[in-house]
């Protein structure tokens, strides 16, 4: 495989929309999804009203990368090979003592290959996007609430998040304007999501001007993306995409068979009838990669059209498109954002504080104390001498599956289309593709094991 990595050289760029092409403004939105779920628990299922209430220093247990024994109610960070670096019993971190004791040096009992490692398990739950991550935090308060109030040793109330998520996130929620995430996010969009800048609206028109096919692949419902793409890029954000594709329901987009997930037109923003096929551009719901791939192939004239997809969850997006759909991919990670200037979101003008202000969170991509750095962290047991340190699973993830990983569009949308990236390769160090920069924590790599 080449060293370098063009966009020149792709046919066809595609991109996902949450926290890819439309950046949130993590301070305010993290409450408000907690809220979203907190109030369901309290007012639908019963649980304790403490939860209602989050206090800053509630918000450093977020950290993407972390696994949820979905029984034992226990938060584990892995290592590349599998095994246990920290973990948490709900919110209450566990001494490396008892970590060394209750997990020992062998993989955690989930841990598979990549491709048996699912993100979605009956068992347990991987958390890899800023959607993910209040939820982390609720439901570790969820096991401390239980655990005290009832002395609980297993748990079962995932059930009641899924119903959760089911109430205030179904298709027709945000139509029918239900739960709190909808409605609020309507209200005030401004709050909540950061307008496309100026560099990164040209630089995609620059793409279009160049003869790119540009894609929008997004697990968001078409009224909600049609909400966020006329606030981030303005009313004519149609022009600048080819095809459209909402509810895609990733990351099965990209592993299902098309008979599985067939593409459905879309009218007045309900889904129709199921297509044989994918023959023309346009608005789709669901579908699949492989009836993506064959239009392309098709507007392209080529046999085999290079593709390009930009996308911020390792689970729903980086690893799928590379594994099932062989495409490039471009992992955005903000924790690379948060990582140099130490001031991960602006600061808020006191005209937009709104509700949510006394649950104001720490952005979600700056260091978590708790679990330290997303990328390397030391053996857990042993003192932090200098070659006790290890990368973390999802750091060698990014690594294996990433042709690149860039902190935001905005990063590289100056550069010329023909800019000669170093990719990820086997080839090439651990820090090769990071874009502009590598994580401060992986600088001086050579400290590191590598296992």
């Not at 890819?20 to 979203?36: D, H, K, Q, V």
């Not at 004239?301 to 729903?316: A, I, L, R």
């Not at 979101?345 to 708790?370: D, F, I, R, W």
């Not at 030391?378 to 932090?384: A, D, H, M, R, T």
């Amino acid at each position: 495989m080449a060293q370098h990595f063009s966009l020149a050289a792709c046919d066809a760029v595609g991109f996902d929309l949450d926290h890819t092409l439309c950046r949130y403004n993590l301070p305010a939105s993290a409450p408000l999804i907690y809220n979203s779920f907190a109030q369901f628990l309290v007012k639908e299922k019963g649980y304790d009203k403490d939860l209602l209430t989050v206090t800053p220093e509630h918000w450093d247990f977020c950290c993407k990368g972390l696994a949820l024994d979905l029984e034992e109610g226990n938060f584990i960070k892995l290592a590349d090979d599998g095994t246990v670096l920290r973990a948490s019993h709900g919110t209450k971190m566990m001494a490396p003592e008892q970590v060394a004791e209750e997990f020992g040096r062998k993989e955690w009992k989930y841990f598979m290959s990549d491709v048996g490692m699912v993100c979605r398990s009956g068992k347990y739950y991987f958390y890899d996007n800023y959607f993910d991550l209040p939820g982390a935090l609720l439901c570790a308060r969820v096991v401390d609430s239980l655990t005290k109030n009832n002395g609980q040793k297993a748990f079962d109330f995932w059930k009641d998040i899924v119903a959760g998520i089911q109430h205030n996130y179904r298709m027709s929620a945000f139509k029918e304007n239900c739960g709190i995430y909808f409605p609020e996010i309507k209200r005030d969009p401004g709050r909540y999501l950061h307008s496309c800048p100026e560099s990164v609206k040209k630089w995609l028109w620059q793409l279009k001007n160049a003869g790119k096919i540009l894609l929008l692949i997004t697990s968001s419902h078409s009224d909600y993306c049609r909400l966020l793409c006329k606030h981030i890029l303005g009313n004519d954000f149609a022009d600048l995409f080819d095809i459209v594709i909402t509810n895609a329901l990733k990351p099965g987009f990209f592993s299902h068979l098309p008979s599985q997930r067939p593409f459905r037109t879309l009218e007045n923003d309900e889904e129709q009838e199921a297509l044989p096929s994918l023959e023309k551009p346009g608005w789709y719901s669901q579908g699949n990669a492989v009836h993506l791939y064959e239009l392309l192939k098709k507007m392209t004239g080529k046999p085999e059209p290079k593709v390009v997809y930009f996308g911020d969850s390792m689970h729903s997006d980086i690893f799928p498109a590379r594994h099932y759909s062989n495409w490039e991919t471009v992992l955005i990670l903000e924790e690379l954002r948060a990582d140099r200037n130490g001031k991960p979101e602006e600061s808020e003008p006191l005209e937009k504080k709104g509700k949510y202000e006394g649950q104001k969170a720490k952005p979600l991509n700056s260091l978590s104390k708790k679990w330290g750095s997303f990328f390397i962290d030391s053996i857990s047991g042993l003192k932090n001498t200098e070659d006790s340190f290890v990368y973390t699973w999802s750091c060698k993830r990014i690594s294996t599956y990433s042709t690149i990983a860039i902190p935001s569009i905005e990063a590289i949308a100056e550069l010329p289309l023909d800019y000669k990236f170093t990719r990820f390769s086997s080839n090439n160090s651990k820090t090769a593709g990071y874009y502009p920069n590598p994580p401060v924590a992986l600088s001086n790599d050579e400290t590191l094991t590598n296992q």
